[in-house]
């Protein structure tokens, strides 16, 4: 099993940056994907960005161009959020698809709240 840890959240301007922190704690087999998610209010939970273990990646096209995902190591994965904008307020959840043996597995965090208001 994989715990996911998030951090990083907080409450910033327009414009603004913020950086999201996932650590992965556990007996680490095969990550297949990694990536955040997020939701806000009376939404559905959208993908905002993805990582395989290719390293390629996938994005929203609201956040094309202002948001970059990257692995640091096997453990570490962080997503760099530029020129913030209102609408990216939201709960970010860290996402993991695993291959444990042949068994696929996604694991969740437990979000982290990223508010953008002047």
């Known amino acids: 099993q994989l715990r996911l840890v998030e951090s990083g959240g907080g409450y910033v301007q327009p414009g603004e940056s913020l950086r999201l922190d996932c650590q992965v704690n556990g007996n680490i087999y095969t990550i297949l994907e990694i990536g955040w998610y997020r939701q806000a209010p009376g939404n559905q939970r959208e993908m905002v960005a993805m990582i395989t273990a290719a390293r390629t990646t996938n994005y929203a096209e609201s956040v094309k161009g202002r948001f970059a995902i990257a692995r640091e190591n096997q453990r570490l994965m962080y997503l760099q959020m530029n020129t913030l904008k209102p609408e990216d307020t939201a709960k970010y959840f860290c996402?993991?698809?695993?291959?444990?043996?042949?068994?696929?597995?996604?694991?969740w965090g437990q979000g982290t709240q990223v508010t953008v208001s002047s």
């Open positions: 996402y993991v698809r695993e291959d444990r043996l042949g068994i696929i597995q996604d694991y």
